[in-house]
């Protein structure tokens, strides 16, 4: 079973930045599309970035400008650098990554999620 393992959340100051870095626990060989999503408290999980195998990026418009996300194919690792943090920003930040096998056939993969805080 494939896990994802999170790191690099915690707590920061408004305007402070943080480095969000995910792994999978076994090498994958089909990886289409990375991402982050998040889920801020009583709120529905968003997507906050992505990125395709192609490193074609997409971001909510919440974080345009101050997150970038990128990857690396060889490690099948993805990251999300965080910039001018909002207190708006606080919430648990998962990893997920999709791995498609052929156009109707693929897996989803998660990670269980990484807390950030912003806060003065």
């Known amino acids: 079973q494939v896990q994802l393992v999170e790191s690099g959340g915690g707590l920061v100051q408004p305007g402070g930045s943080l480095r969000l870095s995910c792994a999978a626990s076994?090498?994958?060989?089909?990886?289409?599309?990375m991402g982050w999503y998040r889920q801020a408290p009583g709120k529905e999980r968003e997507l906050a970035a992505s990125?395709?195998?192609?490193?074609?990026?997409n971001y909510v418009d919440s974080v345009k400008g101050r997150f970038t996300i990128s990857r690396d194919n060889a490690k099948n690792e993805v990251y999300l650098q965080m910039n001018s943090l909002k207190p708006e920003d606080t919430a648990v930040y998962y990893c997920?990554?999709?791995?498609?096998?052929?156009?109707?056939?693929?897996?989803?993969?998660w990670g269980k999620g990484t807390l950030v805080i912003v806060s003065p």
């Open positions: 076994e090498r994958l060989f089909s990886v289409s599309e």
């Open positions: 990125i395709t195998s192609g490193g074609r990026t």
């Open positions: 997920h990554i999709e791995e498609r096998y052929s156009p109707d056939s693929y897996e989803d993969y």
